[in-house]
């Protein structure tokens, strides 16, 4: 990999710290050539601090290591995308970025549904939501509209109708977010079991 160390006059290229699992962005940092050859050397992320005007390889003090991953370089040859596997908060403040933001996973759009339908569950402002009033019912009539939904799918699976076939995928895994939320489970979990699996 060809990175231009040269292009600014103090030898640095700034460096974006992504964690590679959540890919959540943790840090901005800096190398120069010697902190980049010490990171893939030791796979674990080394820095040039411009305060310290030194090495630092993160987590030499704290323990809070960033496990290199991967390093890509920009079309310029004069940034870094570095993805790392974080040992503990990233930030020297504690929190899990430089930006305060929690490190965890998310399913984009999955997500904010997830939330939207705890918040329907929950609301208690005098309306009655779709949501609010499966819930009501009970977890057998959540199992039992999901079995409804899955046995949709199937059906439109063997048409040729992709309208259709979409439309009942998305009304099963609608279904069964709120029967995994009725259980008290997330899709994290069911993250958590699959990457268990994989072996």
């Given at each position: 990999?060809?990175?231009?160390?040269?292009?600014?006059?103090?030898?640095?290229?700034?460096?974006?710290?992504?964690?590679?699992?959540?890919?959540?962005?943790?840090?901005?940092?800096?190398?120069?050539?010697?902190?980049?050859?010490?990171?893939?050397?030791?796979?674990?992320v080394t820095?040039?601090?411009?305060?310290?005007?030194r090495?630092?390889t993160?987590?030499?003090?704290?323990?809070?290591?960033?496990?290199?991953?991967?390093i890509?370089?920009?079309?310029?040859?004069?940034?870094?995308?570095?993805?790392v596997?974080?040992?503990?908060?990233?930030?020297?403040?504690?929190?899990?970025?430089?930006?305060?933001?929690?490190?965890?996973?998310?399913?984009?759009?999955?997500?904010?549904?997830?939330?939207?339908?705890?918040?329907?569950?929950?609301?208690?402002?005098?309306?009655?939501?779709?949501?609010a009033?499966?819930?009501?019912k009970?977890?057998?009539?959540?199992?039992?509209?999901?079995?409804?939904?899955a046995?949709?799918?199937?059906?439109?699976?063997?048409?040729?109708?992709?309208?259709?076939?979409?439309?009942?995928?998305?009304?099963?895994?609608?279904?069964?977010?709120?029967?995994?939320?009725?259980?008290?489970?997330?899709?994290?979990?069911?993250?958590?079991?699959?990457?268990?699996?994989?072996?």
């Open positions: 990999m060809k990175i231009d160390f040269n292009k600014n006059k103090d030898g640095l290229v700034p460096a974006i710290i992504q964690d590679a699992t959540t890919k959540n962005v943790l840090m901005l940092g800096y190398l120069n050539q010697e902190a980049y050859d010490k990171t893939v050397e030791t796979n674990k820095f040039f601090s411009r305060s310290k005007q090495l630092w993160k987590g030499e003090e704290s323990g809070n290591f960033l496990n290199l991953v991967s890509k370089n920009d079309c310029d040859n004069d940034s870094l995308l570095i993805k596997n974080p040992v503990g908060p990233t930030c020297h403040t504690g929190t899990d970025t430089c930006w305060k933001e929690e490190n965890t996973s998310s399913f984009g759009f999955l997500s904010k549904l997830e939330k939207t339908i705890e918040e329907r569950r929950t609301t208690s402002d005098g309306t009655k939501s779709y949501v009033s499966l819930f009501e009970g977890i057998n009539k959540l199992a039992q509209k999901v079995g409804e939904e046995v949709e799918v199937v059906i439109e699976a063997k048409d040729d109708n992709d309208d259709l076939f979409l439309n009942e995928s998305a009304d099963l895994l609608f279904h069964y977010l709120m029967l995994l939320q009725a259980k008290g489970f997330t899709l994290k979990d069911i993250e958590a079991v699959l990457k268990g699996r994989e072996k």
